[in-house]
């Protein structure tokens, strides 16, 4: 079956730097998103990687390595505004999106 | 730029009423269109896609159904809903080609069936 694993809950201080991980098994791969989705509030789209390596936008960063099935989300100095939840999908080789759970960020003063 | 709109933001229905929630793409044309379902702390579910007029694919059988009637309209409905009914549904659109096309979503559908 194809699966997308993320941490269910993480916490971190403004500030600071977090790393969310993501490791996927899919029939195919074509390509990972990450989306962020604010409580109540519809996902909003933040990065798409294809190809290994890091992909930088901003703040945030993602990386890729398809050979270990894995992505990380990075988001540097971290704001109150950051506090949301997360989530990978991958587009498999149907082009259909395998969505993660989502990893509920929690950012402290 | 494109836009996409849902509506209503909320709804309460009880069990065993219809349901129609509507969703409108503008700005672009010949959209894959999408229906997901976000239960309270859980992933998205696909519930259906179409990629055309009158073009519906079902991913989970359940008792909704989904209609395209103009290529930039869809359709959520069902004929009497269940309690199990409840939850977060989604709207999204994204280009007709291209694998790097991300999904973009409408603000959502809170439905709380009573």
């Known amino acids: 079956g194809q699966n997308i694993d993320q941490p269910t809950e993480m916490t971190a201080t403004e500030g600071a730097i977090v790393q969310i991980n993501c490791t996927y098994q899919?029939?195919?791969?074509?390509?990972l998103f990450w989306y962020q989705q604010h409580a109540g509030e519809a996902p909003t789209f933040l990065s798409y990687?294809?190809l290994d390596g890091l992909e930088e936008k901003g703040r945030f960063s993602s990386f890729l390595s398809r050979s270990k099935g894995y992505s990380y989300l990075l988001l540097k100095e971290l704001q109150m505004k950051d506090s949301a939840s997360y989530l990978c999908?991958?587009?498999?080789?149907?082009?259909?999106?395998?969505w993660g759970a989502g990893t509920k960020l929690i950012i402290k003063p | 730029s494109q836009t996409i709109h849902q509506w209503p933001a909320t709804l309460v229905q009880p069990v065993g009423s219809p349901l129609s929630l509507e969703c409108t793409v503008e700005?672009?044309?010949?959209?894959?269109l999408y229906w997901y379902r976000q239960a309270a702390g859980r992933g998205l579910q696909l519930l259906f896609y179409?990629?055309?007029?009158?073009?519906i694919s079902s991913e989970v059988p359940q008792n909704l159904s989904a209609s395209r009637p103009q290529d930039r309209q869809f359709i959520l409905s069902s004929k009497k809903l269940l309690l199990s009914d409840s939850g977060f549904y989604l709207c999204?659109?994204?280009?007709?080609?291209?694998?790097?096309?991300?999904?973009?979503f409408g603000n959502g559908t809170r439905l709380t069936v009573t």
């Open positions: 999204a659109w994204s280009v007709p080609t291209g694998e790097s096309s991300p999904l973009h």
């Open positions: 700005g672009t044309s010949n959209p894959n």
């Open positions: 179409s990629v055309g007029i009158g073009q």
């Open positions: 899919t029939s195919g791969f074509n390509g």
């Open positions: 990687n294809v």
């Open positions: 999908a991958v587009r498999d080789s149907n082009y259909q999106l395998i």
